[in-house]
T-cell receptor, first 112, second 114 residues
Framework: KNQVEQSPQSLIILEGKNCTLQ??????????LRWYKQDTGRGPVSLTI?????NTKSNGRYTATLDADTKQSSLHITASQLSDSASYIC???????????FGKGTTLSVSS | DVKVTQSSRYLVKRTGEKVFLECVQD?????MFWYRQDPGLGLRLIYF???????EKGDIPEGYSVSREKKERFSLILESASTNQTSMYLC?????????????FGPGTRLTVT
C-alpha cells in the first residue's frame, strides 16, 4: 500500500535554532516528492519538488534532501523564525497516474 | 501570479442543507482537485477532474458530487450536509507534467455543519 509517514508529529524549537523534519514513503513507482508549508487556516504552499534524480533542493532557509534508495526525505530549516511556525506536509507522486499521496504533516512551533 | 480562489473562507450550514463550494483558477490548468483536511487525518482526496465535464472519484467521494462546466471552475456539492462533513475543504489545480506538475492550493473553506 502506498503510504507517506512523517515524523515527528509535532516539534517545538527556539527561534534561531535549526531543525529537521523526516518523511518516509513506500510509494512505488516513484515520480516526485514535494514539501508544502501550511500556515494555520490557509492552504498549503509549495516549498520544493524533487524528482528521482535529485538529492537535494533548497528554497531560502529550507533545504530538502531525497534518498530514493532508502525512500526517505528530510526538510531542514536553518535559523528558524517565528514565521516558520506551520504544518509541513510531505507529498509523494506515483508514476504513472495523477494521485498524490499525502503525509499527515509535522506541526512546527517556533517560540521566542 | 498563480491564483486559486475559493468562494468562502468560512461557512456555517444546517444539517440537510445543500451546500455549494466554488473554486476558480486562473492558470488554464486541466487538472483540478477537491480535498478535505481533518486533524490527525491529513488531506484526503474527494474528487478530481482532468477536463471540462470529466470527473473521477477520489478516496472519500461518499456524500459529495462535483461539477466542472468550465475549465477554470470546479464546484463541490454536498447534497445533504451532515455534521460529519464539518471540515476544512481545499481546492487545488495542477500544472501539466509527467505524473503531475506543481500543484497550487486555494486558501480553503472552513465548513461547519450544525
Amino acid at each position: 500500500k502506498n503510504q507517506v509517514e512523517q515524523s515527528p508529529q509535532s516539534l517545538i524549537i527556539l527561534e534561531g535554532k535549526n531543525c529537521t523534519l523526516q518523511c518516509n514513503y513506500t510509494v512505488s513507482p516513484f515520480s516526485n516528492l514535494r514539501w508544502y508549508k501550511q500556515d494555520t487556516g490557509r492552504g498549503p504552499v509549495s516549498l520544493t519538488i524533487m524528482t528521482f534524480s535529485e538529492n537535494t533542493k533548497s528554497n531560502g532557509r529550507y533545504t530538502a534532501t531525497l534518498d530514493a534508495d532508502t525512500k526517505q526525505s528530510s526538510l531542514h530549516i536553518t535559523a528558524s523564525q517565528l514565521s516558520d511556525s506551520a504544518s509541513y506536509i510531505c507529498v509523494v507522486s506515483a508514476n504513472p497516474g495523477t494521485a498524490l499521496i499525502f503525509g499527515k504533516g509535522t506541526t512546527l512551533s517556533v517560540s521566542s | 501570479d498563480v491564483k486559486v480562489t475559493q468562494s468562502s473562507r468560512y461557512l456555517v450550514k444546517r444539517t440537510g442543507e445543500k451546500v455549494f463550494l466554488e473554486c476558480v483558477q486562473d492558470m488554464d490548468h486541466e487538472n483540478m482537485f477537491w480535498y478535505r483536511q481533518d486533524p490527525g487525518l491529513g488531506l484526503r482526496l474527494i474528487y478530481f477532474s482532468y477536463d471540462v465535464k470529466m470527473k473521477e472519484k477520489g478516496d472519500i467521494p461518499e456524500g459529495y458530487s462535483v461539477s466542472r462546466e468550465k475549465k477554470e471552475r470546479f464546484s463541490l456539492i454536498l447534497e445533504s450536509a451532515s455534521t460529519n462533513q464539518t471540515s476544512m475543504y481545499l481546492c487545488a489545480s495542477r500544472a501539466p507534467g509527467l505524473a503531475g506538475g506543481e500543484q497550487y492550493f486555494g486558501p480553503g473553506t472552513r465548513l461547519t455543519v450544525t
